[in-house]
Nanobody, 119 residues
Framework: QVQLVESGGGLVQVGDSLRLSCASP????????MGWFRQAPGKDREFVAS????????YYADSVKGRFTISKDNAKRTVYLQMNSLKPEDTAVYYC????????????WGQGTQVTVSP
């Protein structure tokens, strides 16, 4: 089991920014495609963003494109999600995920961190 620990969630207002972090002690962290998902109350879990093993080629859901930025620091074994211009519809539990095999096979999930955007 790969350990992923998210942090940085909280309560903010519309238009504010927040940065989520996901740290892992795994020595194989640099081998993983990393991503973020989120789940709002009463809704299905949805893809937010992903980035390749080397921290290149970020990919975003249309709903966050232009507002969120994913980055990966293999030296620190951490992936980040910078969230700007937050909206109430961004309110959700955000999960860090790791794909060790490619093809969006997110086998490993963190415990989640709550982000609440107040109108």
């Amino acid at each position: 089991q790969v350990q992923l620990v998210e942090s940085g969630g909280g309560l903010v207002q519309v238009g504010d920014s927040l940065r989520l972090s996901c740290a892992s002690p795994e020595r194989t962290f640099s081998n993983y495609i990393m991503g973020w998902f989120r789940q709002a109350p009463g809704k299905d879990r949805e893809f937010v963003a992903s980035i390749n093993k080397r921290g290149e080629y970020p990919y975003y859901a249309d709903s966050v494109k232009g507002r969120f930025t994913i980055s990966k620091d293999n030296a620190k074994r951490t992936v980040y999600l910078q969230m700007n211009s937050l909206k109430p519809e961004d309110t959700a539990v955000y999960y860090c995920v790791a794909d060790p095999v490619g093809g969006a096979t997110y086998l490993y999930w963190g415990q989640g961190t709550q982000v609440t955007v107040s109108p």
